[in-house]
Structure formats: structure tokens, C-alpha cells
Nanobody
Framework: QVQLVESGGGLVQAGGSLRLSCAASGRTFSSYAMGWYRQTPGKERELVATITSGGTTYYADSVRGRFTISRDTAKNTVYLHMNSLKPEDTAVYYC???????????????????WGQGTQVTVSS
């Protein structure tokens, strides 16, 4: 059974930092594109960042320059380093994995088969 398990969310003050982790089990995701989405109540899931098997990264405009996505293939884990956090970054963050980048980035993540359970990030002003 494939599982993605996130950790590292929490409450932080504006300007602070957090690191989210997503550990994959049940299969090897080294050839998969992986990424992070986030969602706030009443809104569609928003793509935050992606990383391909080759290490190519993408960031939403709202987080570029503040967030960094990385992956440790040996540990089957992807990370999201979040710096200079803002109250508008408050959301539930979801790890996602797909066989192709095209399926991973479809709007709202509708083509994503593998999701983590989500971790809450709250940034206070």
C-alpha cells in the first residue's frame, strides 16, 4: 500500500521558518514527480512547488524566493523549507506524487493519485 506521510507543520510567527517532510512508503518514488499543494477552507487546492526526478523545481509566484523544495531519493522523502512565512501562507499543506509532472500539476491536483494526509501550517501576525 502506497503511503505519503507528512510532518513538520505547526504554529509559527510571521517571518519565521518551518520545514515540512513527506516520507513515501509502499513503492519507490525516485522516478516520480513530487510536490506540495496547500488548501484553505472554501478554496481549491493551490500548487506550491514541484520537483522532478531529475531535480528540476517549480514554485508558485507567491512563494518563490521564500520556499525551497528538495528531495532525498535514498530516504524516499521530499521536503519543503519555508522561510519568511506570512499569515497568508496559513493552510493545510499536502504532499503529492505522480508518475509524470503533467499529471502532478493539473489544476487543483485533480489528476494526482497519491496524496498525504495533510499537515496544518498556521502563521500568526
Amino acid at each position: 500500500q502506497v503511503q505519503l506521510v507528512e510532518s513538520g507543520g505547526g504554529l509559527v510567527q510571521a517571518g519565521g521558518s518551518l520545514r515540512l517532510s513527506c516520507a513515501a512508503s509502499g513503492r519507490t518514488f525516485s522516478s516520480y514527480a513530487m510536490g506540495w499543494y496547500r488548501q484553505t477552507p472554501g478554496k481549491e487546492r493551490e500548487l506550491v512547488a514541484t520537483i522532478t526526478s531529475g531535480g528540476t523545481t517549480y514554485y508558485a509566484d507567491s512563494v518563490r524566493g521564500r520556499f525551497t523544495i528538495s528531495r532525498d531519493t535514498a530516504k524516499n522523502t521530499v521536503y519543503l523549507h519555508m522561510n519568511s512565512l506570512k499569515p497568508e501562507d496559513t493552510a493545510v499543506y499536502y504532499c503529492a506524487a505522480e508518475a509524470t509532472l503533467e499529471r502532478l500539476i493539473t489544476a487543483g491536483g485533480v489528476d494526482v493519485r497519491y496524496w498525504g494526509q495533510g499537515t496544518q501550517v498556521t502563521v500568526s501576525s
